[in-house]
């Protein structure tokens, strides 16, 4: 008796998975979950003693706005715009890692590392050449970039070596590879300032060249070639077509007759170059002076985007600007620190589930036959396109 | 051998915080489901607690002293509550949602950690100030009246300590006994090495994970109450570092082989590691190298028993994959 009570129980909703999805439709659910993100936000900001107009003015104004004159503001677009490269940047580092299955977490870890590298070679590098001249200026700079870019590359290789190795589990090690990067820096700024704790300045001529006064303008032209050098080596070269096969299944890539463990490795090495070559950036052209938070979780940010923008280079670049327009502006809203790593996370937890809606779809029999029998006009136009969308196929195979 | 002592006590005191959250994740995992979020679940427990324990001690006549048992269980409700809406999102977006486990655990160490450091570092919201006289009663629940150095040794260095850390080391054993020798433990097992077989010999795979999940997010929230009012004793709450000893508690699973009772020697071993800069009070660069022993200490043991593989040491065969029953 109750076995067939079982089989009588169907339940209300179950999931059904797309099979695929029109590019409108998915654009259409992604840009819902920004703004139902952002009203989430707005909610929040309202909980904590705000108006649910005076967010969207605040986070706009803080973005675009020029608070003296009323205008548009160049340096806070050009910040902005920066911010957003950077995230960019991090995000796209991830990709080839991502690409691979390899859960590089580590992005903080090795930004850092190639901040201490800069700040290294601005101690001791900088004061040692002739930085008056135009030549030396600049060869210092290919010397420190590339510096820094090693030292990402090995920070990223150490955890890269053993899961290739020995298939060692590379989340929490890249996860523990920040914590000591970070604490590597705090060091670092103890020996050379047991007092104080913190490095004002290092020489002036060691920072990037300011363009258009700002330094920022140099750092965003390097940022976007960076993107572009990566972007074309994930879709135009072998390595990028190895990537692929790797993330696949590594199976098949052994079969097809690519040495994986190289691959793992390599790949590392060029995510962690990347994230290196940021750090350089973020001290030499953001921020120009050491503290251990300069990344201040940004690396974390560039994981969440990377993941969440399915690891496509257009969506990567919109959620950059997002999280760069949510962190940039929440900071207005409310003075707290933390605050904006609260709208963040709840944005990314929007993102997250709109990837499930567009993945799959939720069906209820008893909901559609009940509205088949209650409203029988709204199905008719789609049975109908469904019918002669069957009748040639079943033609054809009945010709066969 | 006062630094020595000092060592062990401490340790054994931060112990607690590590033995709730890697227990908490030892119970999650086995289910099939790597919850990164950990830390942010400590961090949310504590936040819990400490909004309890506010709720409570601001709003009676006289902080200094209040009733033994409501100051105790109502931040232990609270705390368990939290961690339970917290394991709740958690198993919602990855066992419903489908999403991936690691993102969805990131993400809510993100927000755990933001939200709890916000409520912590502005005092518009909670008042701190009562909140150490509730700590005393966390100390001393069980032993009461003064331990001081007249004791012995042993009995100081093991008996001294709040409720919560004997209390953890019980859960931990309860919880190494069940998922070993009950047919819950078989039918938890059995989801996180393979889930569509489980599936169709009648066990709901779905409930299990959601009741894995939550039961670990609670019991591993019992860490953040505990570093709050116990180890930090209710004073400065934004002092405490929730976010890395969350991480270490994740790492602690890999050392302790799934097994809860080889986590409460982990905890303890990772303990003393993290303990060591503050008792041999270090300063300046010294203090902060040795601040990195505790993560050098994780990726060796992860080199360690990834290179020397056991039968015993694997992890679940499904672990951080999500079910989806029409994938099969």
């Known amino acids: ?400 | 051998m006062a630094v020595f002592q000092l060592l062990l006590k401490n340790s054994i005191s931060l112990l607690t915080v590590f033995l709730f959250g890697s227990t908490g994740e030892i119970v999650t995992e086995k289910s099939g489901h790597l919850n990164m979020g950990i830390p942010g679940i400590i961090a949310l427990g504590g936040l819990g607690g400490v909004i309890g324990e506010c709720l409570y001690i601001n709003n009676i006549p006289n902080p200094a002293a209040p009733n033994v048992f409501l100051c105790i269980f109502i931040p232990i409700i609270f705390t368990i509550l939290f961690g339970a809406i917290a394991g709740l999102l958690f198993s919602f977006f990855t066992v419903s949602l489908r999403c991936n486990q690691n993102v969805v655990g990131l993400c809510l160490t993100t927000f755990g950690v933001a939200i709890t450091t916000f409520f912590f570092t502005s005092s518009k919201f909670l008042n701190f100030d009562y909140l150490f006289y509730a700590g005393n009663y966390f100390k001393s629940m069980i032993f009461p009246g003064k331990v001081t150095s007249e004791l012995n040794f042993f009995v100081e260095v093991l008996f001294s300590h709040g409720f919560l850390t004997y209390f953890a080391i019980l859960i931990a054993i309860l919880v190494g006994f069940t998922l070993k020798k009950t047919n819950l433990g078989l039918a938890i097992r059995s989801v996180g090495e393979n889930p569509s077989s489980a599936d169709s010999t009648g066990i709901n795979v779905t409930k299990y994970r959601y009741l894995t999940t939550m039961v670990g997010a609670m019991i591993a929230s019992l860490g953040g109450l505990y570093l709050i009012m116990d180890h930090g004793g209710g004073v400065d709450p934004a002092s405490m570092d929730m976010e890395s000893y969350g991480w270490l508690a994740v790492a602690l699973v890999i050392f302790s082989m799934w097994k809860p009772s080889l986590a409460i020697l982990g905890s303890f071993v990772f303990s003393i590691l993290a303990t060591l800069p503050n008792v041999m009070s270090f300063s300046g660069a010294n203090r902060h190298l040795m601040e990195m022993l505790p993560y050098v200490m994780t990726i060796i043991v992860l080199i360690v028993t990834s290179v020397f593989k056991f039968k015993s040491n694997k992890a679940p065969e499904s672990l951080g994959l999500s079910y989806f029953r029409e994938d099969r």
Not at chain 1, 257 to 264: R, S
């Open chain 1, 1 to 400: 008796m109750e076995q067939v009570k079982k089989a009588k129980h169907n339940p209300l909703f179950h999931i059904v998975k797309k099979q695929d999805i029109s590019l409108r439709n998915k654009w259409i659910i992604k840009v819902a979950a920004i703004g139902v993100a952002f009203l989430i936000c707005a909610f929040i900001s309202m909980g904590m003693g705000g108006t649910f107009g005076g967010f969207f003015s605040k986070i706009f104004n803080a973005c675009f706005v020029n608070s003296r004159t009323g205008g548009a503001s160049a340096t806070k677009i050009l910040d902005l715009l920066e911010n957003t490269v950077i995230l960019l940047l991090i995000a796209l580092a991830l990709v080839p890692a991502f690409k691979m299955k390899f859960w590089n977490i580590g992005a903080e870890g090795q930004i850092v590392v190639g901040i201490l590298m800069c700040a290294v070679m601005q101690k001791y590098l900088g004061p040692a050449m002739n930085l008056q001249s135009a030549g030396m200026r600049f060869l210092f700079f290919v010397v420190t970039f590339a510096m820094s870019m090693i030292a990402g590359a090995l920070w990223g290789f150490i955890p890269a070596f053993f899961k290739a190795k020995f298939k060692t589990n590379e989340t929490l090690f890249t996860l523990m590879m920040n914590y000591i990067a970070i604490l590597l820096t705090k060091v670092v700024i103890m020996t050379w300032d047991p007092v104080k704790g913190d490095i004002q300045a290092f020489d002036e001529l060691t920072y990037l060249p300011k363009i258009g006064g700002s330094q920022l303008v140099l750092n965003l032209i390097i940022a976007v070639v960076v993107a572009a050098i990566i972007f074309v080596y994930l879709r135009y070269t072998k390595h990028g077509y190895e990537i692929n096969v790797v993330g696949g299944s590594q199976r098949t890539a052994k079969y097809v007759g690519i040495n994986v463990k190289k691959v793992i490795m390599r790949t590392m090495i060029v995510s962690g170059a990347v994230c290196g070559l940021i750090g350089c950036l973020l001290l030499a052209g953001e921020h120009n002076n050491l503290t251990s938070t300069i990344v201040s979780g940004r690396g974390f940010t560039g994981v969440m985007i990377a993941w969440i923008a399915g690891l496509g280079p257009i969506e990567i670049g919109l959620y950059s600007l997002i999280c760069a327009f949510i962190t940039k502006g929440s900071r207005s809203v409310n003075y707290n620190t933390a605050f904006p790593n609260i709208m963040l996370s709840v944005c990314f937890f929007v993102l997250i589930a709109c990837e499930f809606f567009v993945n799959y779809q939720i069906r209820s029999e008893k909901i559609e036959n009940w509205m088949h029998a209650k409203f029988p006009k709204l199905f008719k136009k789609k049975e109908e396109a469904e019918a002669n969308q069957v009748t040639p196929q079943v033609a054809k195979k009945e010709g066969k």
